[in-house]
């Protein structure tokens, strides 16, 4: 996943927080709700976790969109694709 370990000093909360909060979205929205079989697993279902937060998933701080912006179409059905299992979903307009 191209992860390298970067220490910060003893007792300095400042020095990770924005590790600490996408850690904290980690497990709160995804293995919180998941039985991990072994570590291929936990890595394919952080992979593919990654990709939604990145690509699908919306945030405050982008005024509710997400990083990968995309048109906003008006008209035709709305689907829902199934990601992780169903546990989040990406919709769409067909």
Known sequence: ???????????????????????GSARH??????????????RRILSKYASYYNEVRTHLSLGKDAPCTRPIERFGDIIAQPILGGLHHRYARI
């Open 1 to 23: 996943m191209g992860i390298r370990d970067r220490p910060t000093c003893f007792r300095s909360p400042w020095q990770n927080g924005l590790v600490g909060r996408l850690i």
């Open 29 to 42: 929205e995804c293995t919180d709700h998941v039985i991990v079989l072994n570590e291929d697993h936990l």
